[in-house]
T-cell receptor
C-alpha cells in the first residue's frame, strides 16, 4: 500500500526567507508525485507534479520540488517566501491507472509566514 | 487546467435529513471522479471512486448506504449524505481525473445540527 509522510506539522518562516517542506513516500513502483496547496476553507490547488523525466520540477508561484528515488523523497522548496504563501501544503502519491489512479495524501504541513 | 465546481459551497441541515452535493466538470468530460472527506486540521481521506455509468467503489470503512454516490453523466457526480448526523459534519471535496491527474473542486462545508 502507498503512504506519504510529511514530518513537519507546522513551519514558521519569515517573509523573504527560504522554505523547504519535506515529503517521504512509500510506493512499490515509480510513483506519480504531487504537491498541493490549500487555503482555509478552500479546495486544493496543484503546485507541481512529477511523473517522469527531470527530477527537478518547477511549479507555479515560484515553487520547485526534487524527486530523489534513493531517499523516497519529494521535498518542496521556495527561495523567497511571500506572506501569501501562508497555507496548508499537502504532498500526495498517485497510483497508476491499473490501481485506480488513487491519491494518497500526507498529513499536511501548515506554513505560517512572519512579517 | 480543468475546472471542477461543487454545489453548494456550504450547507447546514438538521440531524436526520439528507443532503446532496454536486460535483461538476465544467470544461471537460470525466469518466472518473473521486470523493474525499476532510476533518478540521486534517488531511484528505478518500471516500470513494465514482465511475460514470457504474457503481461507485467505496474505501474500507465508508458506509455505502450512508454516502450514496451517483455518476449519471460524464460531467456530474453527486454525493448524498443520508440521514445525516452531527458526526457527518465535515468538508467534502470532489475531484475529476484527467490523464492521471486529479483536478479538485472548491469543497462543500457540511454542518449537521
Amino acid at each position: 500500500a502507498q503512504s506519504v509522510t510529511q514530518p513537519d506539522i507546522h513551519i514558521t518562516v519569515s517573509e523573504g526567507a527560504s522554505l523547504e517542506l519535506r515529503c517521504n513516500y512509500s510506493y512499490g513502483a515509480t510513483p506519480y508525485l504531487f504537491w498541493y496547496v490549500q487555503s482555509p476553507g478552500q479546495g486544493l490547488q496543484l503546485l507541481l507534479k512529477y511523473f517522469s523525466g527531470d527530477t527537478l520540477v518547477q511549479g507555479i508561484k515560484g515553487f520547485e520540488a526534487e524527486f530523489k528515488r534513493s531517499q523516497s523523497s519529494f521535498n518542496l522548496r521556495k527561495p523567497s517566501v511571500h506572506w501569501s504563501d501562508a497555507a496548508e501544503y499537502f504532498c500526495a502519491v498517485g497510483a497508476l491507472r491499473a490501481a485506480g489512479n488513487k491519491l494518497t495524501f500526507g498529513g499536511g504541513t501548515r506554513v505560517l509566514v512572519k512579517p | 487546467g480543468a475546472v471542477v465546481s461543487q454545489h453548494p459551497s456550504r450547507v447546514i441541515c438538521k440531524s436526520g435529513t439528507s443532503v446532496k452535493i454536486e460535483c461538476r466538470s465544467l470544461d471537460f468530460q470525466a469518466t472518473t471522479m473521486f470523493w474525499y472527506r476532510q476533518f478540521p486540521k486534517q488531511s484528505l481521506m478518500l471516500m470513494a471512486t465514482s465511475n460514470e455509468g457504474s457503481k461507485a467503489t467505496y474505501e474500507q470503512g465508508v458506509e455505502k448506504d450512508k454516502f450514496l454516490i451517483n455518476h449519471a453523466s460524464l460531467t456530474l457526480s453527486t454525493l448524498t449524505v443520508t440521514s445525516a448526523h452531527p458526526e457527518d459534519s465535515s468538508f467534502y471535496i470532489c475531484s475529476a481525473l484527467v490523464h492521471n491527474e486529479q483536478f479538485f473542486g472548491p469543497g462543500t462545508r457540511l454542518t449537521v445540527l
